[in-house]
Nanobody, 117 residues
Framework: QVQLVESGGGLVQAGGSLRLSCVAS????????MGWYRQAPGKQRELVATVSSGGGTNYANSVKGRFTISRDNAKNTVSLQMNSLKPEDTAVYYC???????????WGQGTQVTVSS
C-alpha cells in the first residue's frame, strides 16, 4: 500500500516562503502523477499543482508564478516551493499520488500552512 508522508508546513508571514516535501514509499514512483492539494477551513479540497512522471507540470491559476512543484524520482520525493505567500494560501496541504495506469488516488496525512497578514 502506497504511503505518503508530508513535511515542511508551518507559520509564516505574508510575503514569506515555505517548502513542502512528500516522501513516497511502497510505490513505483515513476508510475505516478504526484500532486499537492489544499483545503482551507469551510472550503473544498482544491488542486494546487501536479507533476507527471516525465516532469510536466500543472498549476492552479491562484499559485502560478509563486509556487513551483518538482519531483526527484531517485528519492521518491515531490516538493512544493511556495514563495510570496498570501493569507489566502492558509490551508492544510495534502500530497497526492495518482497511478497513471489505474487512476487510483492516495493521500498523505496533510501538513498545515498558516500565512499571517
Amino acid at each position: 500500500q502506497v504511503q505518503l508522508v508530508e513535511s515542511g508546513g508551518g507559520l509564516v508571514q505574508a510575503g514569506g516562503s515555505l517548502r513542502l516535501s512528500c516522501v513516497a514509499s511502497r510505490i513505483i514512483f515513476s508510475m505516478y502523477v504526484m500532486g499537492w492539494y489544499r483545503q482551507a477551513p469551510g472550503k473544498q479540497r482544491e488542486l494546487v499543482a501536479t507533476v507527471s512522471s516525465g516532469g510536466g507540470t500543472n498549476y492552479a491559476n491562484s499559485v502560478k508564478g509563486r509556487f513551483t512543484i518538482s519531483r526527484d524520482n531517485a528519492k521518491n520525493t515531490v516538493s512544493l516551493q511556495m514563495n510570496s505567500l498570501k493569507p489566502e494560501d492558509t490551508a492544510v496541504y495534502y500530497c497526492n499520488a495518482r497511478n497513471e495506469m489505474t487512476s487510483q488516488f492516495t493521500w498523505g496525512q496533510g501538513t498545515q500552512v498558516t500565512v499571517s497578514s
